[in-house]
């Protein structure tokens, strides 16, 4: 890659940015640490907000939003055009603060960066996503037309796994509608966070429509009660998405929470065995498995299958490159985010092995680079529906070899588990392609394809305990999500005065 932009290890203090400009936070804030996880030390703190901090920030946005929801969408798409052109212009500066405060590898982030600004020319395109319907004559001269107006203040509430790509899955829709919106990112990696206001502002976007306010707990507790705030967007693990839908809807909002998953992967017996061992390789343990559609569970169907697959993963494993994401040649995974998750997904080896399941690959004995939050790929075979291996969301570069005597019971396996964010179906045979597609409890589903995230025209959501919420993120669910639909009825009678009517008007 290019020269640095940043030293490795430059001690930042990062605030918030509010009213169109980078602030420090209050006196006697509340402080968080960032570290650079490959180098295992600390690059600087990030403040915490308090509620009285959020509110100013949401009172900020919604005097903002009054002028920029009456700006026709034609000039508020201009404003996402030329983001768009930054974003191009800043691509390795983005992925670089991506690489510097997650870990993974810069061309993955670099590919982050690319998801997120499809969102951002989705978004070009609202005055033909909210241009509404219009039915003429609906009676004798009586004409029906709806409009999708901005909902008012929204907010995101955002993981530590994507800091460009899931704040650019809500603010480009939610901007381009017309609304303000206020970004609290993740208090792990909140650096892109900034930058994204930074390049909005660049952008025209006029002062206090997009805000970041970094925090915790407390700041997104403000936020979910705030009552000028109007819309939510979470995307975090299950346990929280839960608490934002209810605290969220008790407090009058629309609310849409993406959760946690555990993405299954049912390999056929006629499966290309080394595509797909190729495919689950880069499923399972890019990111070091931080993704929510990464395939964290193999359903191989029958013994020999079963067999062939553990046996090419194995032989993967043996090779697969762990460091720095940003040294040369880049490694095929990074660090985990922090050293607590780290020895949290260590943990789960231990747990597994004390379950009865068969520890194939263990990535502690991995050869790892320096003090970093480094761990290897490690494989589980054996494992079995019940085990917490299977039933949690480990969330990081452990795969799980679940077998399945046939296609009934791979498929049962997947729909008794609580999670439906993605899932696929590696195979030849179409009819058995045709019948997990129709059958499968889950929001996304690749047929040879591992990890089948939707583009930026559809939406992306999961089923059951994947989402709280009724609509999906980005896409034509994003301008459902972002807008409130009014239906006007008009009638302009033509000069004869038919005096009042006392009972229902039929047409
Ligand atoms: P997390 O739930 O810990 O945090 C997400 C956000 O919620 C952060 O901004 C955090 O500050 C905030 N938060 C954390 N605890 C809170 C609390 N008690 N009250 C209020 N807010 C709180 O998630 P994470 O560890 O940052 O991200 C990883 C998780 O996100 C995984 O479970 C992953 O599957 C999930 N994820 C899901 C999707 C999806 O589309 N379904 C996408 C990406 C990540």
Known sequence: MATPIQSQTDQRAIGHFVGGQPVPGAEGTRTAAIYNPALGVQTGEVALASADEVNAAVETAAQAQIAWGATPPLRRARVMFRFKALIEANHDRLAECITREHGKT?????????????????????????????????????????????????????????PVMVPLWMAPVALACGNSFILKPSEKDPSAGMLLAELLQEAGLPDGVFQVVNGDKEAVDALLTHPQVGAISFVGSTPIARYIYETGAHHGKRVQALGGAKNHAVVMPDADMEQTVDALMGAAYGSAGERCMAISAAVPVGEETADRLVAGLKQRLESLTVGDGLADPEPEMGPLVTAEHRDKVAGYLDIGTAEGAELVVDGRQA??????????GSLFDRVRPGMRIHSEEIFGPVLSVVRAADFEAALGIVNAHPFGNGTAIFTRDGDAARSFGDRVQAGMVGVNVPIPVPMAFHSFGGWKESRFGVLHAHGPDAVRFYTQMKTITQRWPKGVREGSAFVMPTM
């Open 106 to 162: 810069f061309s993955d982030a670099k590919g982050e960066v690319v998801r997120g600004l499809e969102v951002v020319e989705f978004a070009c395109g609202i005055p033909h996503l909210i241009k509404g319907e219009y039915s003429p004559s609906v009676g004798t001269g009586v004409d029906s037309y709806s409009m999708q107006q901005p909902v008012g203040v929204c907010a995101g509430i955002t993981p530590f796994n994507f």
């Open 367 to 376: 050869s790892l680079p320096g003090e970093g939050f480094f761990i290897g």
